[in-house]
Nanobody
Framework: QVQLVESGGGLVQPGGSLRLSCEAS????????IGWFRQVPGKAREGVSC????????HYADSVKDRFTNARDNAKNAVYLQISNLKPEDTAVYYC???????????????????WGQGTQVTVSS
């Protein structure tokens, strides 16, 4: 079964850190672009980053630059979003997504949206 599964969300105080995981099954993730998105109830889903192992391209939304970092572990068929200095406005459900085909670049602000995970809740509150 082809799927993405996110984990690692939780309740964290402002200024804290989290590492979100996105594990793939049913296909090798290493040549696929991975996008991270977040959504707050009542608002549109927001793309926060894209990371492509294929050409090393990556980009981040201005609101998360210098705080969010992508990483990949091909042995575990997983990607990670390291989030530091969390702010209350980072509270959202976070999703990872990828394409239906490998080899896509993240250049030009591209976000893959072919296959989605179920999401993981991140709540930043004191």
């Amino acid at each position: 079964q082809v799927q993405l599964v996110e984990s690692g969300g939780g309740l964290v105080q402002p200024g804290g850190s989290l590492r979100l995981s996105c594990e793939a099954s049913g296909f090798p993730l290493d040549n696929y672009a991975i996008g991270w998105f977040r959504q707050v109830p009542g608002k549109a889903r927001e793309g926060v980053s894209c990371f492509a192992n294929y050409d090393g391209s990556t980009h981040y939304a201005d609101s998360v630059k210098d705080r969010f970092t992508n990483a990949r572990d091909n042995a575990k068929n997983a990607v990670y979003l390291q989030i530091s200095n969390l702010k209350p406005e980072d509270t959202a459900v976070y999703y990872c997504a990828t394409d239906s085909s490998p080899g896509q670049s993240c250049s030009g602000g591209y976000f893959p949206q072919g296959l989605w995970g179920q999401g993981t809740q991140v709540t930043v509150s004191s």
